[in-house]
Each structure stands twice: as structure tokens, then as C-alpha cells.
């Protein structure tokens, strides 16, 4: 399979586009600073991923400088200064000069110890500062490129500071062809996970294995991350939405719901299904399921150009509500996928380009059981495509492929 990759020269038209928006006004993105030492991989920040493409550059930025006379002074890259003492640390980094330009496509890369002088001029000349980061809610730190205008407005007088913030939201909901292949890549890994998932899932395996399988598969299909930690509850651990304990064993009769998702290159997939560990489901079980599947194949189809997703979620809630289950239905029904898991939210419809999850749920902890079912689709110009189709979804297609692993593994059928 040919590696999916995003050129050089979209990242480029990206930045072109949003210095084209910013309509004279001067903005920064800012990559975000370093993770903990030896606690996970350092994961830019989703806009500046978007606009360069770089996820190894901590404590970068990009600023638009529209007003900028030098015209390759317009987008200029800020990336941290060498440090060769903590490169022995953390790994060896590239001088500036005719190579790294050329890598990242800026005609204008520096060291953030540039940053303020420029921005504090870009101020002074535009008189507009865009914020194109979200805004933070009001407990939480304010949003970097907020934080730092505020500054810059205190030292230049007459500058505005304006809400761009739909700008890189809007961009980034509408996948291009390259990034939707992207994401088909993370999807299908995904989809092998979960093969392998039904190739060992039997009674008393643990949580912990079936995690595992997912992720030994996700790595084996050239993915080196999850999208989100991986959600694997069986029996009374399915009726919690975000459980992530994954330790328990799963028992005969049970119900295990597993929601996961592979990232590729950034992009998430996610993708949740809702299994019978014994390989069939019970009468109460089928009865349930059917609702969930019925709700989730009416709000797949409510979901087109135009349609809201609150419009989305009344078309599953409705089912739900219909089959008695209306207080089981405790969640919202998906959310925009991409560079985040939970990613930005452009006002308005949906539009085509657009990835969004339908993930309806009903939970009964009193009866151990939880089910939800959830697939990644794609929103096209009429209609739309399920992107994670590939994976079993229907009580016929998830039993017969549990029947046929069984048989592979020699046990009964
Ligand atoms: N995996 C988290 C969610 O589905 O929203
Ligand atoms: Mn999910
Ligand atoms: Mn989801």
C-alpha cells in the first residue's frame, strides 16, 4: 500500500490562504510547548500541524505578517534556537539555511528569539492582531496567541485584537483529497484492529488484551499512535463512556463496547464497536443493539450538506426515544474527526468535505450493559460515505466473523 503524505506545496496554499483571510491584520500560530520528559510524544498544536506540517518542533510559531514589505517576510517560521547540550537529550536539530527552507517550504525561517521584535512591528504597521486559535473557556489559561497580544497591545497603542477563530476551524473541517486519504489510512488500521480483535476475543480475556491486539495491529499496519486512549469495557465497564481501565476480564455473556481509533500522520480515525464476548449475542442484547443500529443508520443518513448535527442527533434521538430508551441516550451523537479526535466545530451545516462521527449509545448499568456503535463518515456533495465500513457492524456480519475465528482457532462454532 502506497504511504499517504501531504505536499509541501498544500501547506504552503494553506498559509497562502489564511495570510489571504487575515485581510492586512498580523496573526501567530503557536506549536505549543514541550510535553513531560519520558511521558508520551510532544503533539503540536492542530493548527500549527495544519499550516507546516512539522510535529517535532516544540516552542515554534508562524507569523502572518500581511503588511510586511519584504514579501518573504509575510509568513515567516519561528522555530527554538539550537541548543547542542540538550540535543544530546533530546535529539539533534537543523541549522537554519538553504536546507531547512527548502524542507519546510518557508521562504523565511528564524529563532523565536526573533518572535516578539517582529510581532511588536507587525502590531505597530497593522494595527490588527487575528486571534486564529480557540478561544479558551473562561477557568482555563487563556489561548496563546491571545495571551501574547494582549501584551503587544499594552506597549502599541490603537491595536485591535480581533476573533479570527473561525477561520483555521472552517479550513480544517473541510478535508482535501490528501488528507482524506490520510484518514482512510488511519481507518483502515484501525479496521485490522479490530480483526484481530475478533480473532482472539473469547471468554476471560482480559480488557488489557484486547487493547492490545487492537494496538500490536495499528503498529503492524504502520501507525505509530492511537488517536485517543483506547476505550475497552466489558459487562458493567461497557455502561462507562469513557473507561480506560482496561483490566477486568471479559465473561461469557458479556458485552464488550471497544472504542478505538488509529492516527496516521496526525489524522484520527475513531471507531466504536460493540461485541458479544461469547460470540453470540443473548435475546436482551439483540433487543437493544437493534435499537442503537437502527439510530445510528437513520442519523448516518441524516447526515448531509446542510444538515446540522444537532438535526443529526434529534434524527437518533428520536429512534431512541421511540424504543423506550430516550434516558439511556446520556451523550451527544458525534463530532467533527481529523487532526483531534474531538475536533474544531465550524459554525453552521455540514458541508461536504467534512468527517464527521455518528456514535449513538444507550447504557443500563443496572443490567451490565452498554452498547454503542460508531462509525467515521465522510459528508460528500449529495450524500455521504462511511469511511469505517470495513469493520463488522450488524448482528449477522459481527456474529458470522466471531463464528468464523472461532473455527480458524479450533473451537466450537
Ligand atoms: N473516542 C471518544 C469518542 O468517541 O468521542
Ligand atoms: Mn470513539
Ligand atoms: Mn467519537
Redesign the pocket.
Known amino acids: 500500500m502506497q504511504t499517504p503524505s501531504i505536499a509541501r506545496s498544500e501547506y504552503m496554499q494553506r498559509r497562502a490562504r489564511v495570510l489571504a483571510a487575515l485581510k492586512g491584520g498580523a496573526a501567530v500560530v503557536f506549536a505549543g510547548g514541550s510535553s513531560q520528559p519520558l511521558l508520551g510524544p510532544w503533539i503540536a498544536d492542530a493548527n500549527f500541524q495544519y499550516l507546516t506540517g512539522l510535529d517535532d518542533e516544540p516552542e515554534a510559531a508562524v507569523l502572518f505578517d500581511p503588511s510586511a514589505e519584504d514579501e518573504r517576510r509575510r509568513v515567516v517560521l519561528f522555530l527554538k534556537p539550537l541548543n547542542r547540550e540538550a540535543e544530546r537529550w533530546d535529539g539533534y536539530r537543523e541549522e537554519i539555511g538553504s536546507g531547512l527552507r527548502a524542507r519546510t517550504g518557508f521562504r523565511t525561517v528564524m529563532r523565536t528569539t526573533s518572535l516578539a521584535a517582529l510581532l511588536t512591528d507587525a502590531a505597530r504597521r497593522a494595527k490588527r492582531l487575528a486571534c486564529l486559535h480557540p478561544f479558551a473557556v473562561y477557568d482555563a489559561a487563556v489561548s496563546p496567541d491571545l495571551a501574547v497580544y494582549r501584551k503587544v497591545a499594552e506597549r502599541v497603542p490603537g491595536v485591535a485584537i480581533e476573533d479570527g477563530t473561525e477561520l483555521l476551524k472552517g479550513m480544517r473541517a473541510r478535508k482535501s483529497r490528501a488528507e482524506l486519504a490520510m484518514m482512510r489510512r488511519a481507518i483502515a488500521a484501525t479496521a485490522e484492529g479490530y480483526r484481530a480483535v475478533v480473532r482472539m476475543l473469547a471468554p476471560g480475556v482480559n480488557e488489557r488484551d484486547i487493547q492490545q491486539a487492537l494496538e500490536t495491529s495499528y503498529h503492524r499496519h504502520g501507525v505509530t499512535r492511537v ?2 486512549n483506547t ?1 475497552v469495557g466489558a459487562g458493567l465497564n461497557s455502561t462507562v ?2 473507561y480506560m481501565a482496561n483490566k477486568a476480564a471479559a465473561e461469557e455473556g458479556d458485552l464488550v463496547v471497544i ?3 488509529a492516527s496516521f500522520g496526525g489524522y484520527c480515525a ?1 471507531v ?1 464497536r460493540t461485541l458479544p464476548v461469547s460470540g453470540r449475542f443473548t435475546k436482551e442484547q439483540r433487543r437493544f443493539y437493534t435499537i442503537v443500529l437502527d439510530a445510528q443508520r437513520a442519523a448516518i443518513k441524516a447526515a448531509r450538506p446542510g444538515v446540522h448535527m444537532w438535526q443529526v442527533e434529534e434524527t437518533a434521538r428520536s429512534v431512541i426515544e421511540k424504543a423506550g430508551c430516550g434516558d439511556a441516550f446520556i ?1 451527544g451523537v ?2 467533527q474527526l481529523g487532526l483531534l ?2 475536533d474544531v466545530t465550524p459554525a453552521g451545516p455540514l458541508a461536504p468535505g467534512m468527517v464527521v ?1 455518528i ?1 449513538p449509545g444507550i447504557y443500563f448499568p443496572d443490567r451490565k450493559l452498554g452498547i ?1 456503535i ?1 462509525d467515521d463518515v465522510l459528508i460528500g456533495r449529495a450524500g455521504n460515505r462511511v469511511l469505517s465500513s470495513a469493520v463488522p457492524k450488524t448482528i449477522e456480519d459481527i456474529e458470522s466473523a466471531m463464528r468464523k475465528a472461532r473455527r480458524a482457532r479450533g473451537g466450537q462454532a
Open positions: 488517536a485517543f476505550i463512556l469513557h472504542d478505538s481509533g475513531d466504536t451523550h458525534g463530532h479526535t474531538h462521527t456514535e454503542r460508531e
